[in-house]
């Protein structure tokens, strides 16, 4: 009954990002932040309206987050639906459980002068943070470790090119599979060291509230100190919200991932259906309700899905949440609800394309075929080589020969046979075959 393909078929694979995209989630981040908020405010000594917190009372606040359960949740719901405000009702929710554990008079420091843009901030960023660092990067970097594996288990095999659909130079099949490999490294070297900005000052981001009550406090230090403690980068220059820039490059990073590997689950299709790789039989497993001779590669079709609706989400995201109408408008915050939705589909892509390389064999036998029977992707190396020999137009010799015609390896033979070189320039044309015109292919697979 779920709405949901992401809660529903796909659950059991993607179970670990509820703990960060869930409405529970959610709660549960805003509620540290309201926590730790306190806490930093009977710390700050230029603040002496509240006092510091006892360790033991520290550990007990901190505790009301960590052990924060869907019963927990259940009665700040309860509170959500009579304010009709979801951070007012975690602050209600809060102060009656500060109540009980006998701090009833420090109450009204509660989300002391703060606005609920400041506590969601941070708790998306938090959500986003983890999401991506602790579930999603480890998946990426096992991928990108299996490509590289398979990269260079083939960088000598060699393969026919295609350019534009039509035969061309030939590469190795492991140089092909390190290009993929080369751009996810990269990507996912940004975004592994990405920042993202968290913002604390109050209404209109002037921390107006803040200096009128206590102007005796640095309130700028004292936020600064506040957003970095969560590992994130502090941005004294906001409006009511966060502009969400940096969770903008943040996400584009992750959509030229995206674009990668959509690029990448293509062109896995493209060699299954040229046999260049044949796929392992699972004997339990059906391909076709109709055809049962059929192995579909459907880890690359679904990872191709999924990749599109990440992006399209991502996408959305990237170009609606860093524009808001002047100090703020709620557009933003239906929309920045659906962060799990995007960077799940994402993660469901890459579940299924680690899963599709497992399935995958080199048919070497389908790749010498293949390149036996283009011996016109030759023409490029003869035609460069007889310009360095001084001979007239030969690109233009050659194309009569080849462009439109089928040539076989018998019409090469007899064409270098007739020209006018020395013995061992022939020698050497000769020699050249399509599956040894692989130029530094197999080195640079190296590079990765």
Known sequence: MALSPLDGKYADRLGSLAEYFSDFALTKYRLKVEIDYLIALGEEKSFTYLPTFSIKDKVRLHQVAENFSLKDWKVVKKVEEVTKHDVKAIEYYLRGVVAKMGLKKYQEFIHFALTSEDVNNLAYALMWQG??????????????ESLKALAKTNNRVA?????????????????????????LQREIKLLDQHHLFGKFGGATGTWGAHQFVAPEVDWLKFSKR???SFGLEFNPLTTQIEPHDSLAENMQIMVRINNILLDFSRDMWWYISRGVFAQKKNNKEVGSSAMPHK???????????NLGLANAILDHLVMKLPISRLQRDLSDSTVIRNLGVGLGHGLLALLSLNEGLTRLEVNPEQIKTELDSHPE?????IQVYLRLKGFEA???????????HKVS???????????ELPRKDKDKLLLLKPDNYIGLADRLVELI
Request: proline fraction near 5%.
């Open 295 to 305: 192995i579909n590669p459907i880890w690359f079709e679904n990872g191709e899905g």
């Open 377 to 381: 992707v030759l023409a490029e190396a």
């Open 131 to 144: 999401g991506v660092k602790v579930v999603y990067l480890p998946i990426v970097k096992k991928f990108v």
């Open 394 to 404: 030969p690109y233009e010799e050659i194309k009569k020969l080849t462009r439109g």
């Open 226 to 228: 506040f957003v970095e």
């Open 159 to 183: 393969l026919l090119s295609l350019t534009h659909g039509q035969s061309a130079t030939p590469t190795t099949l492991g140089k092909e599979l390190a290009v993929f490999v080369g751009r």
């Open 409 to 419: 390896r018998e019409d090469w033979k007899k064409f270098i046979s007739s020209l």
